[in-house]
T-cell receptor
């Protein structure tokens, strides 16, 4: 069936380094992709999104890359800070309803001072 | 602008009881979705409401129900609680169906 998966369940980086969190998706009909950050005790927080007509989108210290050929999504965080420590989820949607939004299992990012 | 507000934050119930959770979306957001989050299953979609109508429903038993009011506020109800219903229940609102969801901090339900 359809699934959104993450290559690594945990990622540990040094403060100040760049982080890359990867995500594979399987539904070629998905045309909208979102990254969320979830800190302990809080709900997921929207970080950045990208539509299938784009390959790259940049935000503040974050960049999302979409490779439709291999159905791969990545989130790059520049100059990672301790406050970036959280679980990161990718999600894909083929449109029409939020019910079609599928979340990955998440990657836990730990930032070492 | 205030974010999504969920009440209560924590609930402890016993098996067989029922529970009602409340969600106030971001002002201007007409779409409200509910998710169940557990360590084993991750985020699972429960339902989506738009303009008081249930637009979509996830693969959960009929014990799980919801509704949306004319002011876009939403409630979900779980009847005949089971131990496996223990989870974080998240509400999210969005402007439309193809716009990003904005989540509240959830209601932590523990069933004993």
């Amino acid at each position: 069936g359809e699934s959104v998966g993450l290559h690594l369940p945990t990622l540990s980086v040094q403060e100040g380094d760049n982080s890359i969190i990867n995500c594979a998706y399987s539904n070629s009909a998905s045309d909208y992709f979102i990254w969320y950050k979830q800190e302990s005790g809080k709900g997921p927080q929207f970080i950045i999104d990208i539509r299938s007509n784009m390959d790259k989108r940049q935000g503040q210290r974050v960049t999302v890359l979409l490779n439709k050929t291999v159905k791969h999504l990545s989130l790059q965080i520049a100059a990672t800070q301790p406050g970036d420590s959280a679980v990161y989820f990718c999600a894909e949607n083929k449109g029409g309803s939020q019910g079609n939004l599928i979340f990955g299992k998440g990657t836990k990012l730990s930032v070492k001072p | 602008k205030a974010g999504v507000t969920q009440t209560p934050r924590y609930l402890i119930k016993t098996r067989g009881q029922q529970v009602t959770l409340s969600c106030s979306p971001i002002s201007g957001h007409r779409s409200v979705s509910w998710y169940q989050q557990t360590p084993g299953q991750g985020l699972q979609f429960l339902f989506e409401y738009f303009s008081e109508t249930q637009r979509n429903k996830g693969n959960f038993p009929g014990r799980f129900s919801g509704r949306q009011f004319s002011n876009s506020r939403s409630e979900m109800n779980v009847s005949t609680l089971e131990l496996g219903d223990s989870a974080l229940y998240l509400c999210a609102s969005s402007i439309g169906t193809d716009s990003p969801l904005h989540f509240g901090n959830g209601t932590r339900l523990t069933v004993t």
